[in-house]
């Protein structure tokens, strides 16, 4: 991984400054990991570094002193802040009651390129990104360089919402540390979010990159980009996802919270008070990130995940990842997730529940049964060929992922195949050699993101069934339950959404297992609607009634 490199312009911002403060940072190792320099009238001017405060002479700061550095400076904006034009630092005034500047804070902005290492793999699975963090922690460094690469790497169209002139710079021509970004800025704080919706509807970018999200209009704005479509990158107050769910302004950042008044059987079934906390809505940021100190971030790669389970009392489970010495990135795997349980509900668009015990993922197996097992035992990298899809997509949910997956080129070379329905149809050839082979298809409805990520980690975890059971009768065996349940529960939310709530018609399903029949009963129950068994032996099957 290559070191980090940083430029600062510190001279520049050093010129604007009394000379007894420039010749009390003159030297090198005053200048090394400076972050402000604070100037108070009557008080001697200090250096701020990572822990540690330095006075910078022993003369207290005279009036003459401070207005000569405003005067150097020019105008501040709505927000009391000024910069250096083509410079990333930014001054900060204080004010007393007739408006008088008493207090500067000149913060030393640089441009560190490297730093997006932490995050790399994300930025190709094309989903927003929130970075969350104290004051200090490099949000702006890492988001200022996030659009460089997603610019100029990536190749997408990225317009950044530059409020204070933080991100790209103070004057017209944005910093060259976001590429080939392009820069709105902002003539008030608090239109921030109406600069956000002009920059969707005038500008066609691909990816919006704003700092500090702080107010409910901008947090309304931010959903309503991300509905259309648009990646987000963006930092909010806060340093911790538990934060933002106690933050009635920003909570819908990460889909907003609502409390459920349960039924008295259902709170037994439970153990929990009747009235719950539940997460309204998705999460605008599918993706967010802790940083705790500027080598030491917490990556939620799942937000809607973390917010279930921190509003069921369980840890959010990050993958932390830190920046060696050596500039390498180390990674601790987030833990195993607690196994579900039939009693969590996760919410749905349209406010009817469903169970998230049973993910139904948009996939099926090519003979719409279970999928056949691999005849031998395979190595741990799972090969995998993809019929009829595009290599680029597989190639970044892979990267995205960390999945140990390696995309072949033909059926031959692989442990599993997958492929997208239509063209199965097409080319009956890879269906008849990964059944000779006694290889796994898994069939797509679409080749979105999403659904390749959910097919690609159901053939890997399928993959180690295999090698820790060596019996294929038995892989194949708990592959068909699973099948089984899964179908079941997709056939009767199918026919509850689209037959009995909306025609108000009864539904008859298809007969199936006991556990299966339960499991079916459970979700009608669900959408407060009658069930009945008929039939007899392998043939019983469930029937819907209209509530």
């Not at 279970?370 to 997509?393: H, N």
């Not at 992922?401 to 997958?418: F, M, N």
Request: glycine fraction near 8%; hydrophobic fraction near 45%.
């Amino acid at each position: 991984m290559a070191p980090q490199r940083v430029t600062d312009d510190l001279d520049r911002l050093l010129a604007l400054l009394p000379e007894l403060v420039q010749a009390a940072l003159a030297t090198a190792e005053s200048r090394e990991q400076l972050l402000e320099v604070v100037l108070d009238l009557g008080r001697v001017p200090e250096a701020r570094y990572p822990g540690q405060v330095s006075a910078l002479g022993n003369q207290p700061l005279e009036r003459a002193d401070l207005a000569a550095v405003v005067e150097r400076l020019g105008s501040f904006g709505g927000d009391n802040r000024a910069g250096i034009e083509r410079t990333l630092h930014r001054i900060s005034a204080i004010r007393n009651r007739s408006g008088t500047i008493v207090g500067l804070t000149c913060r030393v902005g640089r441009a560190v390129f490297g730093t997006v290492a932490m995050v790399r793999d994300l930025l190709d699975a094309g989903e927003s990104l929130l970075l969350m963090g104290r004051p200090g922690v490099g949000k702006t460094t890492a988001l200022r360089e996030i659009a460089r690469v997603l610019a100029d790497d990536l190749g997408k169209r990225v317009v950044v919402i530059d409020t204070s002139n933080e991100i790209a710079g103070d004057g017209d021509i944005p910093h060259p540390a976001i590429g080939g970004a392009r820069r709105m800025q902002v003539a008030r704080p608090e239109l921030q979010h109406q600069v956000m919706i002009e920059a969707v509807e005038n500008h066609m970018p691909e990816v919006i990159v704003i700092d500090e999200i702080g107010t409910e209009l901008e947090a309304q704005a931010a959903r309503t980009i991300a509905e259309r479509g648009v990646m987000l990158v963006a930092t909010a107050h806060g340093n911790a996802i538990e934060n933002l769910i106690k933050n009635p302004t920003l909570s819908d950042l990460v889909g907003g919270i609502q409390a459920v008044t349960l039924g008295d059987e259902e709170a037994r079934r439970r153990r929990t008070q009747k009235t719950v906390l539940e997460r309204a809505a998705e999460p605008t940021f599918a993706m967010a990130v802790e940083m705790h100190s500027r080598h030491r971030w917490h990556v939620h790669r799942d937000v809607a995940r973390t917010v279930d389970m921190l509003l069921r009392g369980q840890g959010g489970r990050p993958e932390i990842r830190e920046l060696g010495a050596d500039g390498q990135l180390q990674r601790q795997q987030e833990s195993a997730p607690a196994p579900a349980t039939r009693e969590a509900v996760a919410p749905r668009p349209h406010g009817r529940p469903r169970l998230a015990a049973a993910p139904l993922p948009e996939l099926e197996d090519a003979d719409g049964a279970s999928e056949r097992p691999a005849v031998e035992a395979a190595a741990a990298m799972l090969r995998v060929y993809g019929a009829g899809l595009s290599l680029g997509p597989l190639e970044q949910v892979v990267r995205a992922r960390q999945l140990p997956v390696e995309l072949v080129g033909s059926v031959e070379l692989a442990d599993a195949v997958l492929s997208l329905r239509q063209h199965l149809g097409r080319d009956p050839q890879v269906r008849r050699q990964a059944q000779e082979l006694g290889l796994p298809i898994l069939v797509l409805k679409s080749a979105a993101p999403p659904q390749l990520q959910r097919a690609l980690e159901r053939l890997l975890q399928r993959h180690r069934e295999g090698q820790a059971q060596k019996d294929p009768v038995a892989v194949a065996a708990c592959s068909a339950q699973a099948d089984d349940a899964l179908a079941g529960l997709e056939e009767c939310r199918l026919a509850v959404e689209q037959v009995v709530l909306p025609h108000g018609q009864p539904v008859e399903l298809l007969p199936r297992s006991e556990r299966v029949r339960l499991m079916q009963a459970e979700l009608a129950d669900r959408y407060r609607l009658r069930t009945a068994v008929f039939g007899r032996g392998v043939e019983q099957r469930l029937r819907l009634f209209p509530a």
